[in-house]
């Protein structure tokens, strides 16, 4: 069975750190633009950082630039977010997914601004989700 499988969410105090990890199982991630997104509660998904399968540029949401990394660790075939400085509004499930489209450059901002539809449309996985909070 295919899917994807994130870790490393939890409690963290504001200012603090965590590594999230995606993990594809069946499948390999190297053939996949692979983004995090984020929901909060009765908020829309929001695409906060992806990276390309084609060539390994990324993006990143104003809203986490400068926090977040996103990189791919090819020996353990996943994606790491690593997520420094984290704020209240930082607390979401925070969900990986896989879209087969070919990016290069720059329009792998693309991924990462799809909404509704055409966001669950586009990705052929999707992660349960590890929820990040934090609160002091």
């Known amino acids: 069975q295919f899917q994807l499988v994130e870790s490393g969410g939890g409690l963290v105090q504001p200012g603090g750190s965590l590594i999230l990890s995606c993990a594809g199982s069946g499948f390999t991630l190297d053939e996949y633009a692979i983004g995090w997104f984020r929901q909060a509660p009765g908020k829309e998904p929001e695409g906060i950082s992806c990276?390309?399968?084609?060539?390994?540029?990324?993006y990143y949401a104003d809203s986490v630039k400068g926090r977040f990394t996103i990189s791919r660790d090819n020996a353990k075939k996943t994606v790491v977010l690593r997520m420094n400085s984290l704020k209240p509004e930082d607390t979401a499930v925070y969900h990986c997914?896989?879209?087969?489209?070919?990016?290069?450059?720059?329009?792998?901002?693309?991924?990462?601004?799809?909404?509704?539809?055409?966001?669950?449309?586009?990705?052929?996985?999707w992660g349960k989700g590890t929820l990040v909070t934090v609160s002091s």
């Open positions: 990276i390309s399968g084609s060539d390994d540029n990324t």
């Open positions: 997914a896989a879209d087969p489209t070919d990016y290069y450059g720059p329009t792998i901002r693309r991924m990462c601004v799809m909404t509704g539809t055409d966001l669950t449309n586009a990705m052929d996985y």
